[in-house]
């Protein structure tokens, strides 16, 4: 069993910057590859970031790619994810999801992959 906890949520205006932080609790966060998704009102789900266990690999979405970045602390067993030039269609619940992984190499991006969820964050990006 993995916790999940996410952080750094907040109201921010267009064009500024958000660092959210994932801290997690159970298993060995080491073995688990990372992943961020987000759900606006009224939409699904959406894959926004992942990142291999060893931090090695990551993969984005095209809708953020070069305003965010993913990146892991195992040492604090922390996943973070760096939003600057967020715009107002960035608003959304954030989640952070961790999946088992058995390459150092995988990169998960379908909401299924992943077996754990945090409650979320919100994240409102105003114009």
């Known amino acids: 069993q993995v916790q999940l906890v996410e952080s750094g949520g907040g109201l921010v205006q267009a064009g500024g910057s958000l660092r959210l932080s994932c801290a997690a609790s159970?298993?060995?966060?080491?073995?688990?590859?990372m992943g961020w998704f987000r759900q606006a009102p009224g939409k699904e789900r959406e894959f926004v970031a992942a990142i291999s266990w060893s931090g090695g690999r990551t993969y984005y979405a095209q809708s953020v790619k070069g305003r965010f970045t993913i990146s892991r602390d195992n040492a604090k067993n922390t996943v973070y994810l760096q939003m600057i030039s967020l715009k107002p269609e960035d608003t959304a619940v954030y989640y952070c999801a961790a999946a088992q992984a058995y390459s150092s190499d995988y990169v998960p991006q379908r909401s299924f992959d992943f077996q754990y969820w945090g409650q979320g964050t919100q994240v409102t990006v105003s114009s």
């Open positions: 159970g298993r060995t966060f080491s073995s688990y590859a």
